[in-house]
């Protein structure tokens, strides 16, 4: 049921932006779930590849509302260089042109139980199995946590602590991070070191939100690796997609931004550069 619209106070959704059509459909979807859990309008952009761009949703939300508070929320997964600098470069520009709006900076997913149990879901659920018809596996002993990669070693090493909590979850055995670009270690390389371990059969699941490109790489390399290592058992997950439980947790991410504008990252290359230029 979709609640009543409180127009003084509005939503605007960032996400990452895709050339993939499926990826900005499950993109949309989610931005329809949250639209039946919150009681205020809805907008959206992208940071890059989609339309709109940041500017043009603000500016499309606020003609339509005229609300006079806007909650930024980033649609994104790890605190690296999108959600610490390009969409709070965007707040400002809208705070430039907007001067009678408030706007405030909600955080981005980050760290919880909810993703790790969408994550779970999808690893346990594996969409394809890549085996050769001498070796097949009932269960893979290890998964493959794979993540986008930045240059930013405050989102990589989120990464590697969500494989930790992961392992600690019992469901997926040992859980190893990798990621597909920017950083160390690689698809190849981890899935190298985990036969060198001993693995059977490995689950490669993308730590990823919605479909595209580099999605279908994390896949492709994995293909060409298995067929390469026909003793190895590589299981495929989806990634996250339009699931509900993202939309809730945005929703509360929402409450939180009618209130608070906290900084998004304590440990981060980006803090001490703010800090210096404000002080």
Known sequence: MIKPRDPKTSLMVVGHGTTSQEGVSQFSEVIDHLRERVAMPVGHGFIELS???IATGIETLLSQYHSEHVIVLPLLLLGAGH?????????VDARRKFRNVRFTYGRNLSIGQTLLEIVEDRARNPYEMLQSSAHAVESADFTLLVGRGSTDPDANSDLYKLARLLTERKGLGEVEPAFVSLAKPGVVEALDRLKRLGATGITVAPYFLFAGVLLDRIYAQARV?????????????????????????????SQEGRSTNAMNCDICIYKEKALTAGG
């Open 51 to 53: 339309q709109p761009d």
């Open 83 to 91: 959600v610490k600098t390009d969409v709070p470069a965007a707040i």
């Open 225 to 253: 690796w298995q067929s390469r290592n026909t003793n190895v058992t590589l299981l495929l997950a989806r990634e996250m997609g339009a699931d509900a439980r993202i939309a809730e947790l945005l929703a509360r991410r």
